[in-house]
């Protein structure tokens, strides 16, 4: 009996062991910090739709404004990450971040309730203020939240798996898996309850969950930063860990060497100027503006820099479970339930993608799965390109782009109905034509009635985008652990921060795109210009590959166990 008890025993110890590790308490605030952005991000876009009249302007220019924010404050929120402790770094992000909700949510309680007053104070010029308040401390909510993702997914995250990057690989998956699950969960959540309640008591909600989880998130923060005693200690030097080139599989070639000699060289350079010294009126006005300069420098010059561009790249699409692709999808006569159906399979798929990225990495390496990633992810798009051929499809370049555009802002009138076409080109899913405002004749003769749209052209489309899902998430894991294996510690904060706004300055010129030509007959245009953009992101991946890895790119094996025992400590089985 006593026997059969140690091991029931032991067990019960390693559970527990696990539950209150750094790793698990990391996951579980990272939980609860995305589960709370989400269900803001989805809710915010919302509440101004309805606070505007069922408009989206103030939903565009709070998109503009947060990812104008970040392109130009990624550098210094970055430089601020790297200047102060951890610790301050991740209490005072937190603080603000769910400040600023719990504020806009509070202000947008008030809108809700007196908004018929707030309409004849001043000619309603109070009620603009309201607006630009709520999109101005949303703003900054999202610029903490930036500043905490950098910290926590790009730094705390790295010093809790120590040396082992295969421990590091593994808790940027399950990271991945916790913001894919959230992505769907949060926003279901909290649209029920505006379902069933209503906007105001969805904002009291939102406020009281980030009061709540900002409480446990601060427990959960100082809980890791005293079990991880390492998190303390943010030296100038580089260490052993972060001297790794590139995730070399330890080849018996003098490249490592020469990465290594880089880094230290720079790290020798990069700290010579911090000495303390006087500093004038206008050396502090520029300052900011310098940081900024040095900050993209810094990141060109940085050896994964090919490998961040590739990733940037993969923003300037409209192949995304986004606004813009939905809306897509609804003028070809998909219901909201499919739609919901088919994020359900993008989630899933996009978890496939964070165990493809851990079996890959094992086998071929981190260098060689990012070039896999990025293979799979084209193969995938390629039916996204076959759908604006087949048959369903609006495309047709003979309706100008800029029709829609010309006839609202210059000639200061509404768009005329088109005709309806020809009964075998007309588009009839079972829902009125959204296309060019043109609606089938309810009178209309049933033989000359259109046959419903073929579903082959959508179909193929979010078939390749969700397919395309597996490669795109492993492809980000490899960009990410690239970028915390080979930055070095001191810059960890202002390269990432720059990578960021990277990823907006795509992000922001894809709706640019979009608004250039917003009609559906050009979304198929839209999308080739989106696998374009795809596909030079991965050209930039391989050309890093290339140089990174010489000749051994397509030698895809599995990593020399002999050669771990030499950087790693004794027990670490971690794979290069």
């Not at 605030?29 to 269900?39: E, K, N, V, Y």
């Not at 986004?322 to 999808?329: F, L, S």
């Not at 981190?366 to 799979?376: E, F, K, M, N, W």
Request: hydrophobic letters at 50%; glycine letters at 8%.
């Amino acid at each position: 009996m006593a026997r059969a008890a140690e091991p029931e025993g032991r067990r019960r110890g390693s559970v527990i062991a696990y539950f209150t590790s750094a790793k698990f308490l990391l996951y579980l605030g990272h939980a609860l910090s995305t589960w709370g952005d989400r269900m803001w991000h989805f809710a915010v876009s919302v509440f101004l739709v309805e606070l505007y009249g069922n408009s989206l302007l103030l939903t565009a220019v709070y998109g503009l404004v947060v990812a104008g924010s970040v392109l130009l404050l990624g550098a210094l929120i970055g430089d601020w990450v790297d200047k102060n402790s951890r610790l301050k770094v991740a209490q005072t992000s937190l603080i603000v971040q769910n400040s600023s909700v719990i504020l806009c949510g509070v202000i947008l309680m008030i809108i809700f309730l007196y908004k018929t007053q707030l309409l004849t104070l001043y000619h309603g010029w109070l009620l603009t203020l309201c607006y630009i308040l709520v999109i101005t401390i949303a703003n900054i909510a999202n610029l903490a939240s930036t500043a905490t993702a950098i910290t926590i997914q790009r730094d705390w995250i790295v010093v809790v798996a120590g040396e082992d990057r295969s421990k590091l690989a593994d808790m940027n998956a399950t990271i991945r898996r916790i913001d894919q699950l959230t992505n769907i969960l949060a926003p279901m959540a909290v649209g029920q309850i505006m379902t069933f309640g209503s906007p105001m008591i969805g904002c009291g909600f939102i406020s009281g969950w980030n009061l709540m989880s900002m409480c446990v998130e601060y427990l959960l923060l100082w809980k890791v930063y005293q079990k991880t005693p390492t998190l303390a200690h943010k030296s100038a030097k580089v260490e052993a860990s972060e001297l790794k080139q590139l995730n070399v599989k330890k080849e018996s070639d003098t490249k490592p060497a020469e990465g290594v000699q880089l880094i230290i060289e720079k790290d020798v350079t990069a700290f010579e100027p911090q000495q303390e010294k006087e500093v004038g009126c206008a050396a502090r006005i520029a300052e900011p503006f310098i940081t900024f300069r040095d900050g993209w420098v810094a990141y060109y010059n940085q050896p994964v820099f090919l490998a961040g561009m590739g990733l940037a790249f993969l923003y300037m699409t409209v192949l995304g479970f986004d606004c813009i692709t939905t809306g897509y999808a609804y003028t070809q006569g998909l219901s909201g339930s499919v739609l919901s159906l088919l994020m359900g399979a993008s989630a899933v798929t996009g978890i496939m993608g964070t165990v493809a990225f851990t079996w890959l990495r094992r086998k071929c390496g981190l260098i060689r799965t990012g070039l896999i990633s990025g293979v799979a992810q084209l193969a995938c798009l390629i039916l996204c390109v076959v759908s604006v051929f087949m048959p369903g499809s609006p495309m047709d370049l003979t309706v100008s782009p800029f029709a829609d555009i010309s006839a609202r802002l210059f000639e200061n009138e509404p768009l005329p109905t088109i005709a309806p076409p020809e009964p075998e080109m007309i588009f009839a899913t079972g829902m009125p034509n959204l296309l060019n405002g043109s609606i089938a004749p309810a009178n209309s003769d049933p033989e000359m009635s259109p046959e419903p749209v073929p579903l082959i052209s959508v179909s193929l489309l979010f078939a390749g985008v969700i397919a395309a899902r597996v490669g795109l998430w492993s492809f980000d894991l490899t960009v990410t652990q690239l970028l915390q294996e080979n930055v070095i510690e001191s810059e960890r904060g202002i390269i990432n921060g720059v990578q960021n706004s990277m990823n907006y300055l795509l992000d922001l010129l894809h709706f640019i795109m979009v608004i250039l030509a917003p009609n559906p007959e050009a979304f198929g245009l839209l999308v080739l210009i989106s696998v374009s953009f795809v596909a030079m992101g991965h050209i930039m991946y391989f050309r890093f590959a290339q140089k990174s890895l010489g000749k051994q790119l397509f030698v895809c094996h599995t990593p020399d166990p002999k050669a771990a025992p030499d950087s790693s400590p004794p027990g670490n089985t971690s794979t290069v």
